[in-house]
């Protein structure tokens, strides 16, 4: 029994509002499924790609967010501007997963970049979830290391990031030297892929496949 797409956007909005962001990937991935190859076009293709590539860098899945843009049709990406924008933060995401990307340059992204409503709350996830990710990089690494380099690193100002990062994160701080003392992260189970998104995800490429040969 198929859900209706207007449903799954409002289980997904409740999802977001609850703070289940591991709800949301399937949700949407639920929904694009709907959307491509059962209730044809009911809404914009871009209204469902651009919170789903949200959700896969919010779980920095990479994989999956490449996987997702290279599907998606060349109009969609030349039409959408958000999602040309999420496009862009994926490939700096890319490159900061190697080592080779600068943090603040994403941080600049998503700040500069103009997200409409529907939008919005998802990005002010993806910020907290970069930043909660290289925090988690930091503390596995260092075991202290100077406040300044913390602020740097999560481009938080220097005079509040003790303070936050003690009260959100559980870090002690020593003020006589300007240390702080990171707490070691929890550890994050990898999101299974079941065989019936497997299957689901088969179907929306076939469909689109043929969609882009018919125009």
């Given at each position: 029994?198929?859900?209706?797409?207007?449903?799954?956007?409002?289980?997904?909005?409740?999802?977001?509002?609850?703070?289940?962001?591991?709800?949301?990937?399937?949700?949407?991935?639920?929904?694009?499924?709907?959307?491509?190859?059962?209730?044809?076009?009911?809404?914009?293709?871009?209204?469902?790609?651009?919170?789903l590539l949200a959700s896969y860098l919010i779980a920095?899945?990479?994989?999956?967010?490449?996987?997702?843009?290279?599907?998606?049709?060349?109009?969609?990406?030349?039409?959408?501007?958000?999602?040309?924008?999420?496009?862009?933060?994926?490939?700096?995401?890319?490159?900061?997963?190697?080592q080779n990307g600068n943090l603040k340059d994403i941080?600049?992204?998503?700040?500069?970049?103009?997200?409409?409503?529907?939008?919005?709350?998802?990005?002010?996830?993806?910020?907290?979830?970069?930043?909660?990710?290289?925090?988690?990089?930091?503390?596995?690494?260092?075991?202290?290391?100077?406040?300044?380099?913390?602020?740097?690193?999560?481009?938080?100002?220097?005079?509040?990031?003790?303070?936050?990062?003690?009260?959100?994160?559980?870090?002690?701080?020593?003020?006589?030297?300007?240390?702080?003392?990171?707490?070691?992260?929890?550890?994050?189970?990898?999101?299974?892929?079941?065989?019936?998104?497997?299957?689901?995800?088969?179907?929306?490429?076939?469909?689109?496949?043929?969609?882009?040969?018919?125009?």
């Amino acid at each position: 029994m198929t859900v209706p797409a207007q449903q799954i956007i409002e289980q997904a909005d409740q999802s977001l509002q609850a703070g289940r962001y591991h709800e949301l990937v399937p949700l949407y991935e639920q929904l694009e499924f709907q959307v491509s190859a059962i209730e044809i076009d009911v809404i914009p293709l871009n209204t469902i790609y651009e919170p789903l590539l949200a959700s896969y860098l919010i779980a920095h899945d990479l994989y999956s967010a490449r996987t997702l843009v290279h599907r998606v049709p060349e109009e969609i990406k030349k039409q959408a501007a958000q999602l040309a924008t999420l496009i862009q933060i994926m490939e700096m995401m890319r490159q900061w997963e190697r080592q080779n990307g600068n943090l603040k340059d994403i941080y600049a992204l998503l700040h500069q970049s103009r997200w409409d409503s529907a939008l919005a709350p998802l990005i002010a996830v993806l910020q907290d979830s970069i930043q909660d990710r290289e925090l988690d990089i930091l503390a596995k690494a260092y075991t202290s290391l100077p406040v300044q380099l913390a602020a740097s690193r999560i481009w938080l100002h220097e005079d509040t990031a003790a303070e936050q990062l003690v009260a959100t994160r559980g870090w002690r701080y020593d003020a006589s030297t300007g240390l702080l003392y990171p707490k070691a992260p929890a550890p994050t189970p990898n999101r299974p892929i079941g065989l019936k998104e497997v299957g689901q995800l088969a179907d929306v490429v076939a469909h689109l496949e043929v969609k882009q040969e018919a125009s």
